[in-house]
């Protein structure tokens, strides 16, 4: 039986990449039953009902090494978090969840900072100087410029990559430039679609010539990071680990206790204090959200 990696899906209907070539298949009802729906990175056992017109039937979905709601996709190995160094200026705590999200779900974020050529180097370098100790990639890029282009293709090739972030970074733009063809809408045109028919936009992976897919979000898509408890937070921040077992408390939460071998890391500006801030807001959020768990 063929396999293959669906691209995407419109009413019913799915775009299935396989070594035989695209084909559109159909879903057998079964699946429904069992409350399953394929989604966009599905790899997939298909049958081939038409060689001609190049279609076909979903068989199996093969187990999933993980998946999102919002956006619908699976397998994803990378995901960049795109922040603009100017207009808009970027949503720091938007960044930590999507970072934390990418790495409860085993996945690798790279940090993007876009629009480099509207402020100054040194913003640019504070900006850096954030993520810095996370040990993730850090690409710096510019429309105008073409900055960033060359790491950033080191840093996609090979991988399953969703772009996500705040509204209006240049998540589409940076995707049009480095797919051939010009699929994503971009600024105005986007601000309009999203307008008209927010539902109606559809997640596909698009296919990258060095190998890879990429996968746009329009910016009011979130990965939450409901999947973590308050008390575990502090090791979805790479950067805390070798401070953590410093604490003078076992279990320190890092927030209120004496002795916070991170508060002190802070101080000393080894941690980065907005990182820490991020931190402490998404500690609040999560640990309110534990509180209420059985109302
Ligand atoms: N100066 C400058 N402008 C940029 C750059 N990248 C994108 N822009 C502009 O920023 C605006 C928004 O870009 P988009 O690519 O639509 O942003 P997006 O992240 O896809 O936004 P949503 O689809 O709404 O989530 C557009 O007008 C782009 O031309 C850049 O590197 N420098
Ligand atoms: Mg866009
Ligand atoms: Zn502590």
Redesign the pocket.
Known sequence: MPEGLILKGVGGFYQVESREGLYECRVRGLFRKKGITPLPGDYVDFTITDEAAKEGWIEEIRQRRNYFNRPPVANINRLAV?L?AA?PSPDFLLADKLIISALLNDIEPIVII?????VKRADIDETERIYIKTGFPIVK?????MEGYDLLHEKLKGKCTV?A????????????NITSSSV????????KI?RGKQTTRHVQLIPIDYGGYVV?????SLMSPEGVQHEELSWMYPEFEKYQSLCRFNGCSHIKEPGCSIKDAVKAGEISEKRYECYKRIYEELKQLYDKRYE
């Open positions: 795109v603009a207009n876009n629009k480099i050529d509207l890029m510019s429309k105008v410029t772009f972030g705040q509204s209006g970074v240049g998540k589409s733009t940076i995707l049009n994503m809408e971009t600024g105005e045109v986007s601000k999203k746009d979000t329009p910016g009011f």
